[in-house]
């Protein structure tokens, strides 16, 4: 049975924190579904720090990270974790500059290990409240990887133009 | 290569430079500039693919930045410089890259800086490096986003001339 992926919400002042309240008021209170805000003036190293943090209290699951801007501060950390995850899955020969942070080692990683599996990472930008109600739905059965190309198959149909489509609903004869 | 933009942040490139300052400033280029990002595979990957559309990004150590610069020199392209440290700013000056501006938008505190500015902290050195681009003739101003007021950094670290 695939392991239930945790869901991080990255994004640039409390949006992430918004839309996971949004989230809950629609689909009730869930677990592993966490939020990150990038504060106003605030560098990657201390967002990276806040990041490391939650994904620590995941121990061992997969995640899947949504964040709002492709390219900004956000979205550039979950990248960098993606790479070092990626990077560690494929025999870990990382140079001495690329050395992944202290978190490394932690229990979450032995329990993962010792389950004959590591934690993947999966990563999607542009997220809404429907892609991530979309994802809270769908996380059970999938694995990170899956769910995100998932996401981004459903995405553009959570983005209408209404005023257009009642108009022609409107116009059509009954 | 035409120097548009000479920016220290160290988010590099992020949401306020491709929307904003490439607005204000055009360039094709970016040169990313530091030994640290430029030792970084990981980064390096990031910063190249969330290059914003049209833009090349090419990340690279300090000595070859001011090789490249000096190298390209009859390329008619625009290049921003995004740097972390002004240290480096020095060096490219030394190595004779006109540089008449600065603009400051993130220095973030570390161990032995002192805030003086809302998002700006600087250490020594940095207060060393950035008198000595103010005693070049160097503007250091202080802006998050182009339609910011300008502030003088040479000000409020106390330079005189």
Redesign the interface.
């Known amino acids: 049975m695939p392991r239930m992926t945790a869901i991080v919400v990255l994004s640039h002042g409390s949006l992430s924190k918004g839309l996971v309240e949004a989230a809950c008021m629609i689909a009730g209170k869930s677990s592993k579904l966490e939020y990150v805000c990038l504060e106003e003036g605030e560098g990657p190293e201390s967002f990276r720090r806040k990041v490391d943090a939650v994904l620590n209290t995941f121990s061992e699951d997969d995640v899947l990270f949504l964040v709002d801007l492709f390219g900004g501060t956000p979205s550039n950390i979950a990248s960098m974790l993606f790479l070092e995850r990626a990077q560690a899955d494929t025999g870990g020969q990382t140079s001495e500059c690329t050395k992944p942070p202290v978190e490394q080692g932690s229990q979450g990683e032995v329990a993962a290990l010792a389950s004959g599996r590591r934690r993947s990472f999966a990563l999607v930008t542009g997220v809404n409240l429907g892609m991530l109600l979309e994802a809270i739905n769908n996380r059970a059965n999938m694995r990170p990887d899956e769910l995100a190309s998932h996401l981004v198959e459903v995405a553009p149909a959570t983005i209408v133009d209404l005023g257009r489509v009642l108009l022609e609903g409107v116009r059509k004869p009954s | 290569m035409n120097i548009s933009l000479v920016r220290i942040d ?6 306020q430079v ?1 929307t904003a300052w490439l607005r204000q400033y055009p360039a094709e280029v970016i040169f990313v500039i530091g030994d ?1 990002v430029a ?5 390096k ?3 190249q ?4 559309a049209g833009v090349t990004v090419e990340v690279m150590d300090t000595a070859t930045a001011a090789a490249e610069l000096i190298r390209r020199s009859q390329d008619s392209r625009n290049v921003a410089l995004i740097l972390t440290r002004p240290a480096d700013i020095v060096h490219l000056v030394e190595q004779g890259i006109p540089i008449r501006s600065v603009n400051v938008g ?1 220095m ?1 505190p570390h161990t032995g800086s002192r805030q003086v500015a ?2 700006v902290s600087v250490d020594q050195a940095d207060e060393l490096a950035f008198r000595h681009l103010f005693e070049k003739g160097v503007e250091l101003e202080i802006r ?1 986003v182009p339609t910011d007021k300008k502030q003088d950094l040479a000000k409020i670290l106390g330079f005189t001339r």
Request: glycine share 8%; aromatic share 4%; net charge positive.
């Open positions: 160290d988010r590099l490139i992020h949401g491709t640290s030792a970084n595979p990981f980064q990957v990031v910063l693919t969330t290059a914003p993130g973030q809302k998002s998050m």
